[in-house]
């Protein structure tokens, strides 16, 4: 059986029906009186809402853009071993460079992997204007090898940026 619910218009009884079991619901100049079943049912609504909600987030982690992931990822980490155990680019060399310096090295490379997939490859030894690193550290190899430097790059500047951080500042 389907319990009322009151109107607007309704008067002190049916406040009264709602806690008599009568009604579910009763609205009355601004107030809302529910029945202890109907509150529950909403408030059992809205936790299955949140559910629902949390489990699509989640599932969107492992959206389109997550798969296939690892192999890129193992590639980004063998770049930044490569940086430091080949090249001598150590975090404490890291954290010398002004804030930035390391993210606009990412950038130029993935800007010369952008060009050269559009079929416009930089004259071979120019260095761009944006290279904010000694030139002797630039080079550029194909595209696929340049965005993974530009991310190994992004990744150094990263974790210098974590590592500048004062306990307090990473608090909030």
Not at 2 to 27: F, M, N, R
Not at 36 to 61: C, K, M, P, V, Y
Not at 113 to 134: C, F, N, V
Not at 151 to 166: D, F, H, I, S, W
């Amino acid at each position: 059986m389907t319990k009322k619910t009151t109107s607007p218009d309704a008067d002190l009884s049916s406040i009264e029906a709602v806690l008599s079991g009568d009604a579910d619901i009763s609205y009355r100049q601004g107030y809302v009186v529910l029945s202890t079943r109907r509150f529950q049912e909403i408030l059992n609504e809205r936790d299955r809402l949140l559910a629902e909600a949390r489990a699509q987030i989640a599932t969107a982690g492992a959206g389109e853009c997550a798969n296939n992931l690892d192999p890129i990822f193992h590639e980004v980490d063998d770049e930044c071993r490569r940086q430091v155990e080949v090249e001598g680019w150590t975090a404490e060399n890291d954290d010398r460079y002004f804030a930035g310096r390391l993210a606009a090295a990412g950038g130029t490379y993935a800007l010369q992997a952008a060009d050269t997939l559009m079929g416009r490859p930089a004259p071979e030894r120019e260095i761009p204007r944006t290279w904010s690193m000694d030139p002797k550290a630039w080079k550029p190899k194909d595209a696929r090898r340049d965005l993974i430097r530009a991310l190994a790059l992004g990744v150094a500047e990263l974790k210098r940026m974590q590592r500048a951080e004062t306990p307090a500042a990473r608090k909030h």
